[in-house]
């Protein structure tokens, strides 16, 4: 089964609103392949959301960051995914390394808000990946493993998961993963998928690449057979992500 490419753009904790108008200015007027080719996603902080999906291009969607494990209401800060539901926002970003590093997110917190945004509606990019303690001690796979496996117990349609491999020492260290260890990593991740939960959510499940991607290495990451595209910090923020998109080619 074809597997369309995804890009996601995860702009993080940054922008003011000149400078949020402004990347969305470049990106509308980019020349990037069609919809039926390439899946664009924008992640902009949630209090831009409503302004960048109502002035970027048709063609592209936003994420959320984040949401919250359950339903709204006591929960001062958080934002729910029926709000997202409501704002019209299509997809979330869940269990990026930077939550689960620094707000101790643990693998059965991001599952259950896995399980609770789908349930909503909402379409997730579930973020996983090893520390760089982990894949030197060469715990790699069973850390990746561990984390999916939160995801699959709590999970039963993965039609609206995309798996962002993010191994935590390449994002925004510049020192990407070469195209053997994302390829190696992915891989793993089919066959575990397809061992533990099925062939076709194997064959059918986008699992994309992120840390540090920029113009000049994502070619070479997209041609890997089990890449399936990409979430990008650092340089969705800058005219080259346009050339990423391309990458889809
Ligand atoms: C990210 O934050 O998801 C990421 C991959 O960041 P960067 O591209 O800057 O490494």
């Known amino acids: ?22 990347i969305v200015a470049t990106l509308n007027e980019g020349q990037v392949p069609s919809e039926d080719v390439v899946e664009v996603v924008l992640s902009p902080p949630f209090v831009f959301l409503s302004m960048v999906k109502d002035c970027l291009r048709s063609d592209f969607q936003v994420a959320a960051q984040n949401s919250w494990v359950k339903k ?3 929960f001062t800060g958080e934002i729910s995914a029926e709000m997202l539901v409501n704002l019209g926002v299509p997809w979330v970003i869940l269990g ?11 693998n059965e917190f991001v599952g259950d808000k896995v399980a609770y945004a789908l349930a909503q509606g909402l379409k997730v990019i579930a ?10 001690s060469g715990t790699t796979m069973e850390v990746v493993a561990a984390q999916t496996k939160a995801i699959a117990e709590r999970v039963t349609n993965w039609d609206d998961v995309v798996l962002a491999y993010e191994p935590v020492w390449a994002i925004g260290t510049g020192k990407v993963a070469s195209p053997e260890q994302a390829q190696e990593v992915h891989c793993g991740l089919r066959d575990w998928l397809l061992t533990n939960v099925s062939p076709e959510v ?18 070479i990451l997209a041609h890997q057979p089990d890449v399936d595209g990409f979430l990008v910090g650092g340089a969705s923020l800058k005219p080259e992500f346009i050339d990423i998109i391309k990458a889809a080619e």
């Open 127 to 136: 973020c996983i990946g090893e520390t760089l303690e982990q894949r030197e």
């Open 72 to 74: 709204g209401g006591a």
């Open 1 to 22: 089964m074809g597997r369309k490419f995804f890009v996601g753009g995860n702009w993080k904790c940054n922008g003011t609103t000149e400078q949020v108008k402004k």
């Open 202 to 219: 194997a064959s059918s499940t986008r699992i994309i690449y992120g840390g540090s991607v920029t113009a000049s290495n994502s070619n």
């Open 96 to 106: 990026h390394s930077e939550r689960r590093a620094l707000l101790s997110e643990s």
